[in-house]
């Protein structure tokens, strides 16, 4: 069983900060990794992807890669309501056959 | 560009019912998959198709039978309806490779009563 941990949150920053998620994977062969965004009642979408050690950056959005650790995190600079939402990390192997974690509730504060 | 297109959006069954949910995409992607989400569960693979006349199990299996129609379309089917099936279930596809992602359908609302 392929197993991807995440807080489940809430979790509440004021608008402006930096929201941090964090995630876990159990299998040393995982191969790329994923943060989705999931609005209510709406269908994931992609936000960012990583897929060797390190940090990358997108907007106001950084992932950091840790294989060794094998630990994954988004960071949210500069925190905006609409940033509210529920964040899906993912993590696939063989190239394949994505594996979800149960998500992290962010709530962002005007 | 229509992207992942499931049909229908919301159904109410009885249970022992059955049905099938259908999902097309128009990205040329190779693999397609079956996920349903429960609160606090996150997503969960049901079954997924590497690639057309492939079909493969995932994490929740058992109660669903899918079909890779063609390399455009993937439908589930429940042929005896439960409760426990109550669920939201997206379609996805991608394409394999090192830059895979995977792009999700709009979701089925699906009530067993």
């Known amino acids: 069983q392929k197993e991807v941990e995440q807080n489940s949150g809430p979790l509440s920053v004021p608008e402006g900060a930096i929201a941090s998620l964090n995630c876990t994977y159990s299998?040393?062969?995982?191969?790329?990794f994923f943060w989705y965004r999931q609005y209510s009642g709406k269908s994931p979408e992609l936000i960012m992807s990583i897929y060797s050690n390190g940090d990358k950056e997108d907007g106001r959005f950084t992932a950091q890669l840790n294989k060794a650790s094998q630990y994954v995190s988004l960071l949210i600079r500069d925190s905006q309501p609409s940033d509210s939402a529920t964040y899906l990390c993912a993590v696939t192997y063989n190239f394949n056959k994505f594996y979800f974690g149960s998500g992290t509730k962010l709530n962002v504060k005007p | 560009n229509a992207g992942v297109t499931q049909t229908p959006k919301f159904q109410v069954l009885k249970t022992g019912q059955s049905m099938t949910l259908q999902c097309a995409q128009d990205m040329n992607h190779n693999s397609m998959y079956w996920y349903r989400q429960d609160p606090g569960m996150g997503l969960r693979l049901i079954y997924y198709?590497?690639?057309?006349?492939?079909?493969d199990k995932g994490e929740v299996p058992n109660g669903y039978n899918v079909s890779r129609l063609n390399k455009r379309e993937f439908s589930l089917r429940l042929e005896s309806a439960a409760p426990s099936q109550t669920s939201v279930y997206f379609c996805?596809?991608?394409?394999?490779?090192?830059?895979?992602?995977?792009?999700f359908g709009s979701g089925t609302q699906l009530s067993v009563l």
């Open positions: 299998d040393r062969g995982s191969q790329s």
């Open positions: 198709s590497a690639s057309e006349g492939t079909t």
């Open positions: 996805a596809s991608s394409e394999p490779g090192h830059n895979e992602k995977l792009f």
